[in-house]
């Protein structure tokens, strides 16, 4: 029976409380915004029949009823994902301040970059890992979540630890002035047809990746290189305007880095997040599929 009165206004407090916390931890896991604000809202209607009484830690309690409905509807969309056409990237996230700014390991835990990596891992050990290396919770908290012993979680957490540690690039704090100003040198650049400009700016295996889903058009493959992004990126500046003449080009921040994002008739297009490492731009995801875009515009807060 669904508990009520002040009880019911208590199980709201605490779950408002820690919305921050467990949307991070179902976005980290899923990738996706949106369907971690649907685990969230059936999580929790499962946590308003709980008997707070039999309640110990609240924070261990929600983080653990949440990685389970995240690793649902992960297991659920598991199909879509083999299907789906072209690169697959995680839904950008657009923050209500910049939560990050002040913590190195929840701003690189929320980057488009180490999203991407979790994407090599088992639903289960990516759980693992962002449970363990980004909340900081211990093993048996972790087993309850994902219903594996302690020791298994300790093997499954060291293995993700490697691979995520080989995998990664390693770099300092983002100096958010700096990259600001090479996005905007960018912007410049790509805008004027200025290739030699855009190179300057790029690294040498420079990537373009693109994420269309089959319902926009798109480059199907990832781009790689200096002088073939820069091309790709100038024939698209060029190209765009004469295709849809009200397009407009506005600069915000995602998963805290620079993204750029084109509007047209007052609806996202399109946008793209720019990836910059000592002082050359090293990744752009783009995002086209207007399933990922219909929510981007939607601040939420996240903590750890």
Request: aromatic letters at 8%; zero cysteines; hydrophobic letters at 45%.
């Amino acid at each position: 029976m669904t508990t009520t009165g002040s009880t019911g206004g208590e199980h709201a407090e605490r779950f408002t409380h820690l919305r921050p916390l467990l949307f991070t931890i179902a976005y980290e896991i899923l990738g996706s915004a949106t369907e971690s604000d649907d685990v969230l809202q059936d999580s929790y209607l499962r946590w308003a029949d709980v008997d707070l009484a039999t309640v110990r830690d609240t924070k261990s309690y929600l983080a653990a009823l949440v990685t389970r409905q995240a690793l649902n509807a992960r297991r659920e969309s598991a199909r879509r994902r083999e299907d789906y056409i072209g690169p697959w990237l995680p839904e950008p996230l657009l923050l209500t301040e910049d939560d990050a700014s002040t913590d190195l390991v929840l701003s690189e835990s929320v980057s488009m970059a180490m999203l991407v990596l979790l994407e090599t891992l088992t639903p289960d050990e990516r759980a693992v890992f962002v449970l363990r290396e980004v909340f900081g919770f211990d093993y048996d908290e972790i087993a309850s979540a994902v219903g594996k012993s302690a020791g298994t979680v300790r093997q499954m957490a060291h293995r993700a630890r490697e691979h995520v540690h080989a995998r990664r690039r390693r770099f300092g704090p983002v100096d958010a002035k700096w990259t600001a100003q090479i996005t905007d040198r960018f912007l410049t650049a790509a805008h004027t047809g200025d290739v030699e400009g855009l190179l300057s700016l790029l690294a040498p295996d420079v990537t373009w990746t693109a994420d269309h889903g089959g319902k926009a058009r798109a480059i199907r493959r990832p781009v790689v290189g200096a002088k073939k992004v820069a091309a790709l990126i100038a024939q698209f500046f060029r190209a765009a305007p004469q295709a849809v003449p009200d397009i407009r080009f506005e600069t915000a921040t995602y998963n805290g880095a620079p993204a750029v994002i084109a509007y047209s008739g007052g609806r996202v297009q399109g946008m793209f997040l720019v990836e910059v490492i000592e002082g050359k731009i090293t990744n752009f995801y783009a995002v086209v599929n207007p399933d990922k875009l219909g929510g981007i515009t939607v601040p939420r807060a996240i903590s750890r």
